[in-house]
């Protein structure tokens, strides 16, 4: 029996790389006999710039920036020098895991680090930069790491915004005349790790309460990403809704191609493009795969859902973990054969040493359940 495991992060849990590593300690629990394959995945979030550093034999570089509510904190970002490429992350500088719970508020966060860290990759000499953007802590379209790289956000007495989605409201004008000269000199890849446009019902603002806005913050998040999105629309004639993924992390990854002419891509593609999961679904018997908390999004574009369907594509069955479960509805014409959850709680995890345990458990649970053959859970 081959077994690919091939999960997705727990989001402010464990990392991919912990969660495939505990079911595989139980998989080998319940049977030394099992040749395992692992393949920790993600698609442009936490966990992207360690996959692709890894699979591209680099290294980390660790340095000061400022984080999403503006104190100074250490991050890192994957360094191919021979390659001349670097390897980041907007977790790093301004992740939803960041910031605790009550202090969240995508009003005033920004992604100022993230330009920090784009100009030190670019002042290293890097040619290449590959930037994941999920999950993100912010709704500022990018402006924060945008004015930090030299574009000026104005209002309209002509003074520099907040670097915040405080700043969109009074946004009037968009100076680029000064950005960065090394900056315009790097191959900026973007993944996004979902494909929502900017503005509208299904636009950025649909992530605006995970990253902890109140009732009465909504109208005001739309007002400000309608604002910028026509202040774009004004200056550059581009139509942001009709670039997929422009929306995503806040809209930074909409605001980047257009001005820094940045490649925005699926992150799943391009995480892909380094693991080669293709190859490695087709030589296993079995995948495991799976994310914190399953729903329905996840069989649709996310990095779960992408392994479902090659998985699917030839004919592999798939075990499906998750932390939990949450209104997943019917399944989709998957090859899913089981289906294992650490919570029977809606939207719960438990604490990382507690998921830790669960994973090792479930991962021998697995590992009977094929010496008895498959079976729908």
Do not use: W
């Amino acid at each position: 029996m081959k077994i690919l495991v091939a999960p997705n992060s727990f989001k402010e849990t464990l990392s991919a790389q912990d969660v495939a590593r505990y079911i595989i300690k139980g998989l080998k629990q319940a049977n030394r006999a099992f040749k395992i394959v692992q393949a920790p995945i993600a698609d442009g979030g936490k966990g992207t710039s360690r996959i692709i550093t890894g699979a591209l034999k680099g290294r980390f570089l660790r340095i000061p920036v400022c984080g999403p509510l503006g104190k100074k904190i250490s991050a890192d970002y994957g360094v191919v020098p021979e390659k001349k490429t670097a390897v980041m992350e907007l977790a790093g500088a301004a992740g939803l895991d960041l910031i605790s719970a009550e202090f969240r508020n995508p009003m005033i966060t920004t992604t100022r680090g993230v330009g920090e860290m784009l100009y030190d990759a670019a002042n290293r000499g890097y040619k290449k930069i590959i930037l994941g953007i999920g999950d993100s802590a912010t709704i500022d379209c990018g402006i924060g790491a945008l004015s930090f790289l030299g574009i000026r956000f104005l209002d309209r007495n002509g003074n520099e915004v907040e670097p915040n989605c405080n700043g969109l409201l009074n946004l009037k004008n968009i100076d680029d005349s000064q950005v960065s000269k090394k900056i315009k000199k790097v191959k900026l890849t973007i993944g996004a790790d979902v494909d929502n446009i900017l503005t509208g019902k299904n636009g950025a603002i649909v992530y605006a309460r995970q990253k902890g806005a109140e009732q009465d913050m909504i109208p005001i998040i739309r007002r400000a990403l309608n604002n910028f999105h026509k202040v774009v629309l004004e200056r550059y004639g581009v139509e942001l809704n009709r670039i997929p993924g422009s929306g995503a992390a806040g809209g930074i990854g909409g605001a980047m191609r257009v001005m820094l002419g940045a490649k925005l891509i699926s992150g799943f593609e391009l995480v892909d493009k380094y693991l080669r999961l293709k190859s490695k679904i087709i030589a296993s018997d079995l995948v495991i795969t799976g994310e914190g908390r399953v729903d329905r999004q996840s069989f649709y574009g996310k990095a779960t859902g992408r392994i479902i369907e090659i998985a699917k594509r030839y004919n592999r069955p798939i075990f499906l973990i998750a932390g939990s479960f949450d209104s997943i509805g019917n399944l989709p014409d998957t090859n899913i054969k089981g289906i294992y959850s650490i919570s029977p709680r809606k939207g719960y995890l438990p604490k990382p040493q507690d998921t830790k345990m669960s994973l090792i458990r479930l991962g021998y649970e697995m590992g009977l359940e094929l010496g008895r053959g498959f079976s729908k859970s």
